[in-house]
Each structure stands twice: as structure tokens, then as C-alpha cells.
């Protein structure tokens, strides 16, 4: 556990015995969650060849599970040359054969184990379309999910956070509301301050009046969406004197955003990398901008173009391993993103650096009247309508949408109209839809992947 500096309140563990407050005797979750923390308040010092040779421990783990039980891979490494009699081993991992995007959307279900070990919990199935517009279908063990709730609890713990302090969360999922506790992964561990949520859909406008009104310590949202939200905030003179921290996940980065948010609001900015079926991937250091690698649960490999690891100031595509999800387990997953190796950290922690992540990019949506919004259309809208392997929508003009895709088959006339009335709904207005079926949907320059597309408002 870190010294908690700059005069929050001390961050104590919520007690089990009446009496005890301090230091607290904690209940078996949060005993379990602080057990994992201690863990990586030393795993994070280690040296990246210490940390290498147990996540090659652990993968080897997981490769034996996936050839014994997951029906995909002993054909996919039979098919590629791949020979795993004699187990992994730190010179051997780079012959293990990729695993793209397209396979999950092809051999979903092949891809999950037959034979999941009891200790491992139930398994939650989620769908997704990540940064690339690519829905794909996944499962997740409860294990899995522990430490997805572990990594929250260490970005708290590494920048500081007053966890007494109110939080407003502004994403897809949730609906304007107000209650008490952070989430679970916080609340079960310490007592936390309130948190508001309201949908991201709300236009940005009523965002803004909703921010002032919550007047909150820490802010979380999508990057692009903070970005306007400060904008708004700046030309309308809105002030937020409690917003100290804004906190952002699931796009990449834009330029000037640091200072938009220093500006607006006096608050410093925090990102994290993550996608929902791999979990955490990197946490930005508690001392720097970059990102440290939460490699206690993924190995997390930069490739450059012929599959060799790319060098600190390189760029490459991103390939992952999921260590401990053995209910359908990513086995040197090429994500679709790509990031730049960074240098050793100053801060002294062994944990691998990427310096930049150049994954999705969005552009907010503009309705007729002027309003704009973070546009959502998420997998599950797709799924279950057409076998849509990619999707990237183009805002044209203020009536009109240009929704390109990728398919394995034509899509019909039929589809095409479920399709419409899917993204009228999320859009939250009935655009005129134009489809376009392509055979690829091609990346930015830059790397990066433009979901959504406004010639309206960039
Ligand atoms: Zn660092």
C-alpha cells in the first residue's frame, strides 16, 4: 500500500469486527482483493526477466488447459506447425501461433474450454466491438473478473486517490442516477464516497449543467467526450472547484487533452488501457504519463511487421495472452491496436512501459438541432441481426449517415432495416442510413482506428 501524501484521508480497509476500526480486520473479499495487492506492491519492482519467467509459468498453465479443452487451438497449432510436446519457455513463446480477431468472430464457441476447472467460478458471457469496430463474442471466468477488480483497486491505490471523495461517472451503460459506493471493486474493500452516473448519450449541454450541479472530485468517461465537455465548460464559463481528477478509458489519447482538462478545471488526468475481453491491459504510472503494463495477468507483446518484438520508440500491433481466463483463453490475441514501447520507467517499477496507445479514435455525433453526443452503437446491436465482422460509421451531413461494413455474406434488404432502426435508437435519431459493404475498412495513417466518423463536427 502506498503513503498517502498531498492531505486525503488515509486509506484503511473496511473492518469486520464491531469495535475494530483500525488497523481493520477485514472480511474474506476484501481480505482476498488486499491479499492480491500485496502481491503486486512487490511483483511490480521485480525485474522484467523475473516478471517474464512467471508469466511464461502461468501461460504454460494455460496453454496445457487450452490444448486439453479448448477444441480450437489443438487444431489451430496442428494447422500452423506448432508443437507444444515440450511445453513453453521464454525462447520458445514466439513460435506459439497468433490468434486474430477474425478467429474469435469465426470459431466462438470452438474457442471456449469444454472442461473448466470447478475452482475457477461461473462464467459470465459478454459481447463486444472493441477498438476496431469488430464485435466479437467472449467469455469470463469469476477469476478473472477478481482481477479485474484487483487492477481497479491498484489505480486508486497508485495515484492516490481520497477514496472518500465523490465520483461522477459519465459512460454507455448506466443511467442518470446517484447512490453510495464507487462499485464493487472499490466498496468491498474501503468505504467510499458517493457516485452519480449519467448516460453518455445526454447531450453535451445537460452534461455540463449535470457536471456543475455534481460539483464531484473525480470524473470518468471517454476521452472524446471529456474533450467536449471541457470545451463546453470553457466557452460557457461552467466551473467545477471540486473536480480534481479526471479519469479515462476506452479510446486513445487526443493531443490536448491533458491541458483541456487543466484548463477547464484545474484537474489533472489519469487514462488506463483496456478492452473488455482481455481486461486491464496498462495503467498509467503513478509518477508519468505513460503506461505501465499490468503484466500479473497479461503478457502483453509489440510486433512489428515480421513478428519480432519491436524495441523502446518502436510502434507495433499489440498481442495479448490472458493469463488466468481459462474459460476462453486468448492465446497471443492480436487485438487490432497498435502502441509504442516505451524506455525503462524512472519510477523504478519493472513493469513493461508503452509510451503511446493508438487504439480507437471517435468524433462526437451533431443531431439537426445542434445538440452533439458520444455516439454509442455497441456489438450487441449488431450481433444478433447480420454476421457483421466490421462496422464504421460516417456522420455525412446533419441528416445523414454513412454506415460502412464488413460481412461474410450480402446483407438483406430486411437486415438492413433492422439495422437502421438498431442505430436510430442508439443514435437517439432517425438518420438516414446509407449502407455500404466493403471487403475491408481500412486504418488511419496514424494507426489509429475511427469508429465513428463526423464530417459534421471535427
Ligand atoms: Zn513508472
Redesign the pocket.
Known amino acids: 500500500m502506498q503513503d498517502v501524501s498531498d492531505g486525503n484521508a488515509p486509506a484503511i480497509a473496511r473492518t469486520l469486527v464491531r469495535g475494530v476500526d483500525w488497523p481493520a480486520i477485514p472480511g474474506p473479499r476484501a481480505s482476498l482483493l488486499l491479499a492480491m495487492q500485496f502481491q503486486f506492491t512487490q511483483s511490480q519492482w521485480w525485474q522484467p526477466e523475473v516478471l517474464r519467467q512467471q508469466q511464461v509459468r502461468q501461460a504454460a498453465n494455460l496453454l496445457a488447459h487450452a490444448v486439453r479443452s479448448v477444441p480450437f487451438y489443438g487444431e489451430h497449432f496442428r494447422t500452423s506447425g506448432y508443437d507444444d510436446a515440450d511445453g513453453v519457455s521464454p525462447e520458445s513463446w514466439a513460435q506459439v501461433p497468433l490468434l486474430q480477431r477474425e478467429h474469435i468472430q469465426h470459431f466462438g464457441d470452438a474457442l471456449r474450454s469444454r472442461q473448466l476447472p470447478p475452482d475457477h467460478g461461473r462464467v459470465f458471457d459478454y459481447a463486444t466491438s472493441g477498438s476496431t469496430g469488430s464485435p466479437i463474442r467472449f467469455s469470463k471466468t469469476e477469476i478473472a473478473e477478481l482481477f479485474w477488480r484487483a487492477f481497479t483497486l491498484r489505480d486508486h491505490l497508485w495515484h492516490q486517490r481520497d477514496l472518500g471523495g465523490k465520483l461522477a461517472v459519465i459512460r454507455t451503460t448506466v443511467n442518470e442516477a446517484e447512490g453510495a459506493g464507487w462499485g464493487p471493486a472499490t466498496n468491498e474493500v474501503f468505504d467510499t464516497g458517493s457516485c452519480a452516473t449519467l448516460n453518455i448519450r445526454t447531450d453535451i449541454a445537460a452534461q455540463a449543467e449535470w457536471l456543475r450541479k455534481q460539483n464531484p472530485d473525480y470524473l470518468l468517461s471517454h476521452p472524446s467526450n471529456i474533450l467536449a465537455l471541457a470545451k463546453r465548460c470553457l466557452e460557457t464559463g461552467i466551473r467545477v472547484p471540486h473536480l480534481r481528477q479526471v479519469r479515462t478509458f476506452g479510446e486513445t489519447l487526443m493531443p490536448g487533452l491533458r491541458e483541456a482538462c487543466l484548463e477547464a478545471w484545474g484537474a489533472t488526468l489519469t487514462d488506463v488501457y483496456s478492452a473488455e475481453e482481455v481486461g486491464y491491459i496498462a495503467l498509467q504510472?503513478?509518477?508519468?504519463e505513460h503506461y505501465?503494463v499490468q503484466a500479473e495477468s497479461l503478457l502483453v507483446e509489440v510486433l512489428d511487421g515480421a513478428g519480432r518484438p519491436c524495441s523502446s520508440g518502436e510502434i507495433g500491433r499489440v498481442v495479448l495472452t490472458t493469463l488466468h481466463n481459462f474459460a476462453m483463453p486468448l492465446i497471443r490475441y492480436q487485438i487490432g491496436d497498435y502502441a509504442e514501447v516505451g524506455d525503462p520507467?524512472?519510477?523504478g517499477?519493472g513493469l513493461p512501459?508503452l509510451r503511446r496507445i493508438m487504439g480507437r479514435q471517435r468524433n462526437m455525433l451533431t443531431l439537426p438541432d445542434g445538440r452533439q453526443h458520444w455516439p454509442s452503437f455497441p456489438a450487441e446491436g449488431w450481433l444478433p441481426i447480420a454476421p457483421v465482422r466490421q462496422f464504421q460509421l460516417v456522420q455525412r451531413d446533419l441528416a445523414s449517415i454513412e454506415a460502412r461494413f464488413v460481412a461474410d455474406r450480402p446483407v438483406t434488404a430486411d437486415e438492413k432495416q433492422q439495422l437502421a432502426a438498431m442505430l436510430h435508437e442508439y443514435l437517439r435519431y432517425p438518420f438516414r442510413i446509407d449502407f455500404v459493404q466493403l471487403d475491408e475498412i481500412e486504418r488511419k495513417p496514424n494507426s489509429k482506428f475511427e469508429d465513428f466518423i463526423s464530417e459534421v463536427s471535427r
Open positions: 504510472c503513478p509518477a508519468h505501465h520507467c524512472p519510477c517499477r512501459v
